[in-house]
Structure formats: structure tokens, C-alpha cells
């Protein structure tokens, strides 16, 4: 996967500021940030080399804890989560593809603030992840993301 042509895609579709960085002190492929109404929307992409259980269990850690320091009473900060993969275990393709909230992580929004997670299988040039049907800014940009990985993952290399 091209991670410039992921860069151009995001920007395309309304992503500001996308660059390499730092977010709650782990480092990330892209971070784009943008709004919605007064909620601050942050993206957060990640290429790894393989997810099996103990990668998805040290996700699973850090989306709750992205989650909880996000969350304020009011508007929070919103964050949408990719982890690019090179190859995925087969023993997780099953729990990946269902229909839920593919059984990790989902979306996550009690109070302001929260996030969403999707995966992209690069060798099998599948997305997973759940797009939630409200609220509408995770909707929105959940399925403007997953759509622009689509596109991306079935360009000619």
C-alpha cells in the first residue's frame, strides 16, 4: 500500500494536517486532523507487520485508554483508528469478519469524544471494522475512511 496515495486521499476528502506524528505518546504512519459542527477529529494510521492475539490485545489496551482520556462531558475529541496489516493470523479472519462490531473494539461514544477502529488487511486487500448508523460524525467519517482504504488497497501496485 502506497501510504502517499493514502495521504492524497484523506486530504481529498477533507483531512487537514497529514503528517507522521506522535498521539498520547504513541507514534503513527499519518495523523490527520478535522472537524465536525465543534467536535475535533483526529486520524490515526498505523502499519504493522502482523496482528494476532497479543497485538490485537495491546490495541484493544490502547483504543480504551485513546477512548477515556478523549472523553469530557461536552464535546471530547473524536478519533478514528487504522492499523494497516501486512498479514493477519488466520485464527482472527473469522472474529474480524463478523458482523458486529467484529468482536474487538467498535465504536465507542458515551460521553463527547471517543473513536472507531478499522483494519486493513493488506494481503488480503479486505477492510474490516464496523460503520456505525449513529452517530452520524462517526458514520460519516468511519465509512469515508473504510471507503478511501477500499480504493486504495484495489489500485494497481
Not at 486532523?33 to 494510521?45: A, D, M, P
Not at 472507531?116 to 460519516?140: F, Q
Request: contains cysteine; proline residues 3%; hydrophobic residues 45%.
Amino acid at each position: 500500500m502506497k501510504v502517499d496515495d493514502l495521504k492524497y486521499r484523506l486530504s481529498d476528502i477533507g483531512w487537514k494536517d497529514i503528517a507522521p506524528g506522535r498521539y498520547m505518546g504513541i507514534d503513527f504512519d499519518i495523523i490527520g486532523s478535522r472537524r465536525f459542527l465543534f467536535t475535533k477529529w483526529t486520524v490515526l494510521v498505523k502499519r504493522i507487520n502482523s496482528l494476532d492475539r497479543d497485538e490485537i490485545a495491546k490495541w484493544q489496551t490502547l483504543f480504551q485508554t485513546f477512548s477515556e482520556k478523549s472523553k469530557s462531558w461536552w464535546v471530547g475529541k473524536c478519533f478514528l483508528l487504522c492499523l494497516l496489516v501486512d498479514h493477519v493470523s488466520g485464527d482472527l479472519l473469522d472474529l474480524l469478519t463478523a458482523k458486529d462490531s467484529f468482536g474487538l473494539l467498535g465504536a465507542v461514544r458515551m460521553k463527547g469524544g471517543g473513536g472507531n477502529i478499522l483494519i486493513a488487511n493488506l494481503e488480503g486487500r479486505s477492510v474490516y471494522g464496523a460503520v456505525p448508523t449513529l452517530p452520524y460524525d462517526v458514520h460519516k467519517f468511519s465509512k469515508d475512511l473504510k471507503d478511501v482504504i477500499d480504493k486504495v488497497l484495489s489500485a494497481p501496485a
